[in-house]
């Protein structure tokens, strides 16, 4: 009886370890990569295509980070279910909200002021570089809340017949037209993060 039962916990603990594993790894890559981002923001060296937007429209609407990141989520979830004519997967909202709500947590705690003393603005954006391929690549290995504009060029590249490159370029480009048109920080790590961290 109590080898059957330590049986059916075992059998129960390898069930659940690989849902476990991945939810930690997705946890973490989020944490992560809300890290890299603070420091991209603090670096003031420019930041990736899609938070130049979110800040561009902070900027306007004075809305949180996390806020501005859900809602624009919520139109690309929108436009992929108008596109595909079924329910969007929630997981990349939920990404984006928590990701943004990570980074206006470290924005409240005032996170820079123990790092900026220590660190000058090209040493932090390559901390950001770091943290941020690094967070998007435990994200992607757990299988959960892929960003919303690769679920969107993926989409665009069954449709169009569009290479994957291209459909992620259009989005890229228009995140970063339109977020410097709102005053959001371009710069030097905008390039960076297109050009390093994806083949990180």
Request: with cysteine.
């Amino acid at each position: 009886m109590v080898k059957k039962m330590i049986k059916n916990k075992f059998e129960m603990y390898k069930v659940l370890w690989p849902s476990l594993k991945r939810n930690f790894m997705y946890g973490c890559g989020c944490l992560i990569f809300s890290f890299g981002a603070k420091f991209f923001i603090d670096a003031k060296l420019g930041v990736d295509p899609l938070d130049v937007l979110v800040l561009g429209i902070v900027k306007h609407v004075g809305l949180t980070i996390g806020i501005v990141s859900g809602s624009i989520a919520l139109v690309f979830l929108a436009l992929w279910t108008v596109w595909n004519w079924k329910w969007p997967p929630i997981s990349p909202f939920i990404t984006m909200s928590f990701v943004g709500t990570l980074i206006d947590i470290w924005n409240w705690a005032h996170l820079e002021r123990y790092t900026t003393p220590v660190l000058s603005p090209y040493p932090m954006l390559f901390m950001g570089l770091v943290f941020a391929s690094y967070g998007s690549s435990l994200i992607i290995m757990s299988g959960i809340g892929i960003r919303i504009m690769d679920l969107v060029a993926i989409t665009i590249t069954q449709k169009w017949r569009w290479s994957f490159f291209r459909a992620k370029m259009l989005f890229e480009v228009g995140f970063l037209s339109s977020g410097w048109l709102l005053g959001g920080p371009v710069g030097v790590g905008t390039v960076l993060f297109v050009c390093v961290v994806g083949p990180f």
